[in-house]
């Protein structure tokens, strides 16, 4: 049996991904996502955490904003990104290391909480990673974007962004489930306003309400017709 590996396509695709250096686009949506971790994180323990997937570090640099996390430790399958990462110097970042997409190389229950913000939907193998993300944390923080809305075409088509999987409220959280995970806390939020803004302008500004309105007094409906961001917070189920 081949060993689970990331494709070389994919790998290609990511190795100068972040060579721009700081994305003020990635920065406004880090906002956000890191919104989402404290939501759902606060009440756990938090000593030590792993971003798996880190890309340019702009949600590790948040987390030491905010002091959420005494040492915080990166991995990402991109050399652009590590690059981008340690001319950050995150204060708080006690590791930062280049890995295979797959393979976790820390030991069990090594983290508190592993974080895999906008990643799933970019891998080959989510229920490899996702395993590997429990091994090493006890908790396991997953966002990705819920773009199975009825507006997906129905032909494949690969592109810069990279994503492959495409998921639903309903699907993502099936999907941690049948790794073994039990999910403690789900939500569905918004991309930051300023993020609109900044891509589109007024035009942005009314699609965020829109997109807002609807969430909040259709929340099905609107995840049906928009795409928006879904976050889980997961812990290991433990053998009994």
Same mark, same amino acid.
């Given at each position: 049996m081949? =060993?689970i ?5 994919l %790998?290609?695709n990511y190795?100068d991904?972040?060579e721009?250096? +700081?994305s ?6 880090? $906002? ?5 971790? !404290?939501? #759902? ?8 955490? $792993? ?8 949600i #590790?640099?948040?987390?030491s =904003?905010l002091?959420f996390?005494? /040492?915080l430790?990166? #991995?990402?399958?991109s &050399?652009?990104?590590i690059?981008?990462i340690?001319a950050k110097? *995150?204060?708080q970042?006690a590791?930062? %290391?280049?890995?295979?997409g797959?393979?976790?190389p ?8 592993a974080?895999?913000?906008h990643?799933?939907e970019? @891998?080959?193998?989510?229920r490899?990673? #996702? ?5 090493v944390a006890r ?7 819920l773009? +199975?809305?009825?507006?997906? &075409?129905s ?16 699907? *993502?959280r099936? $999907?941690?489930?049948?790794c073994?995970?039990? @999910? ?17 302008g007024?035009k942005?500004l *009314?699609?965020?309400y829109? %997109? /807002?309105?609807?969430?909040?007094? $259709?929340p099905?409906l ?10 889980l !917070?997961? /812990?290991?189920k433990?053998s009994q």
């Amino acid at each position: 049996m081949n =060993e689970i590996k990331i494709s070389d396509y994919l %790998k290609d695709n990511y190795e100068d991904y972040y060579e721009e250096g +700081d994305s003020e686009w990635r920065r406004l949506g880090a $906002l956000g996502k890191t919104d989402n971790i !404290v939501s #759902l994180c606060s009440n756990l323990p938090r000593s030590t955490i $792993l971003e798996i997937g880190a890309g340019e570090g702009s949600i #590790l640099k948040r987390l030491s =904003e905010l002091h959420f996390g005494d /040492e915080l430790y990166a #991995l990402e399958i991109s &050399s652009s990104g590590i690059e981008t990462i340690k001319a950050k110097e *995150i204060p708080q970042l006690a590791e930062c %290391k280049i890995f295979d997409g797959y393979h976790v190389p820390y030991d069990n229950d090594r983290f508190d909480i592993a974080i895999m913000s906008h990643v799933i939907e970019h @891998v080959e193998y989510p229920r490899q990673l #996702l395993y590997e993300a429990s091994r090493v944390a006890r908790y396991v923080f997953i966002e990705v974007p819920l773009e +199975d809305t009825i507006r997906l &075409s129905s032909d494949f088509v690969f592109d810069r962004v990279g994503h492959i999987n495409f998921y639903s409220p309903k699907t *993502i959280r099936r $999907l941690v489930q049948s790794c073994n995970l039990r @999910v403690l806390g789900q939500i569905t939020t918004n991309p930051p306003r300023r993020a609109y803004t900044y891509e589109k302008g007024r035009k942005g500004l *009314i699609n965020y309400y829109t %997109k /807002e309105v609807l969430r909040r007094m $259709l929340p099905r409906l609107a995840t049906e017709l928009f795409t928006y961001h879904g976050a889980l !917070v997961c /812990e290991r189920k433990v053998s009994q």
